[in-house]
C-alpha cells in the first residue's frame, strides 16, 4: 500500500514550457488535491476533485489546469510556465465519505521554473 | 473568511524542555481541525483531527486540545527527532472537504 505517489520529484523549466505533474493513489478515496507550499506561505489549495469526473478551483487556480483521470489519478497541468509557480507541489486525498476527513499528503514535487 | 494563524512561527526547545504550540482559526462553523506534522522534504504526515471545544488526543509525547477559538499541541519532554514545522489546518462546515492551513510552526529540540 504505497498512499499517495507523485511524479516527478523534481523538475526543472524555462519559463514557457509546459508539463503535467502526476499523482495516484490507491487507498480507494473518492476525494483528490493539489496544494502548492511556498515559504512564509503556507500551503494553498490550486484545484481539488470531490468525485471522479468533478474538478473544482481551489485558493490559486490561475495558470493551472487539472484532469481527474480516473478514481485513481488526478493530474495537475502548467501550459505555460512561469517563475511565479516555483513551489512545492503537493497532492492529497480523502475518503470524503464521514463526517470530518482527514487528507493524506504524497511526498511532493519541487519545481523550478527559470 | 476561513483562517488559521499560528504561533510562535519558530521554537527551539532543549530535550526534555516541555512546550506549546498554539494555533487560532476563524471560521464560520467549524467541521474538524487537524494537526500535521512536516519533516524537510517531505510531505504533511497527520497526527490528529479534533471536532469539539474540549476534546484532547494523544500520541506519543504529543497532546493536542482545542477550545471554540483556538487548540494546542503540547510536547511532553521533547525528543530530537521531534524536530519538524507542525501544521494546522481548519476544515469548515458547508459540505467542502477543503482545509485552510497555517503557515506551520518550525520546532527544533536540541541534544
Known amino acids: 500500500n504505497a498512499g499517495v505517489t507523485q511524479t516527478p520529484k523534481f523538475q526543472v523549466l524555462k519559463t514557457g514550457q509546459s508539463m503535467t505533474l502526476q499523482c495516484a493513489q490507491d487507498m480507494n478515496h473518492n476525494s483528490m488535491y493539489w496544494y502548492r507550499q511556498d515559504p512564509g506561505m503556507g500551503l494553498r489549495l490550486i484545484y481539488y476533485?470531490?468525485?471522479?469526473?468533478?474538478?473544482d478551483k481551489g485558493e490559486v487556480p490561475n495558470g493551472y489546469n487539472v484532469s481527474r483521470l480516473n478514481k485513481r489519478e488526478f493530474s495537475l497541468r502548467l501550459e505555460s510556465a512561469a517563475p511565479s509557480q516555483t513551489s512545492v507541489y503537493f497532492c492529497?486525498?480523502?475518503?470524503?465519505?464521514?463526517?470530518?476527513?482527514?487528507?493524506?499528503f504524497g511526498p511532493g514535487t519541487r519545481l523550478t521554473v527559470l | 473568511e476561513d483562517q488559521v494563524t499560528q504561533s510562535p512561527e519558530a521554537l527551539r526547545l532543549q530535550e526534555g524542555e516541555s512546550s506549546s504550540l498554539n494555533c487560532s482559526y476563524t471560521?464560520?462553523?467549524?467541521?474538524?481541525l487537524f494537526w500535521y506534522r512536516q519533516d524537510p522534504g517531505k510531505g504533511p504526515e497527520f497526527l490528529f483531527t479534533l471536532y469539539s471545544a474540549g476534546e484532547e488526543k494523544e500520541k506519543e509525547r504529543l497532546k493536542a486540545t482545542l477550545t471554540k477559538k483556538e487548540s494546542f499541541l503540547h510536547i511532553t519532554a521533547p525528543k530530537p527527532e521531534d524536530s519538524a514545522t507542525y501544521l494546522c489546518a481548519v476544515q469548515a462546515q458547508g459540505g467542502s472537504e477543503k482545509l485552510v492551513f497555517g503557515k506551520g510552526m518550525k520546532l527544533t529540540v536540541n541534544p
Open positions: 476533485s470531490a468525485s471522479e469526473g468533478t474538478t
Open positions: 492529497a486525498s480523502s475518503e470524503a465519505a464521514g463526517l470530518t476527513d482527514t487528507q493524506y
Open positions: 471560521v464560520s462553523g467549524l467541521r474538524g
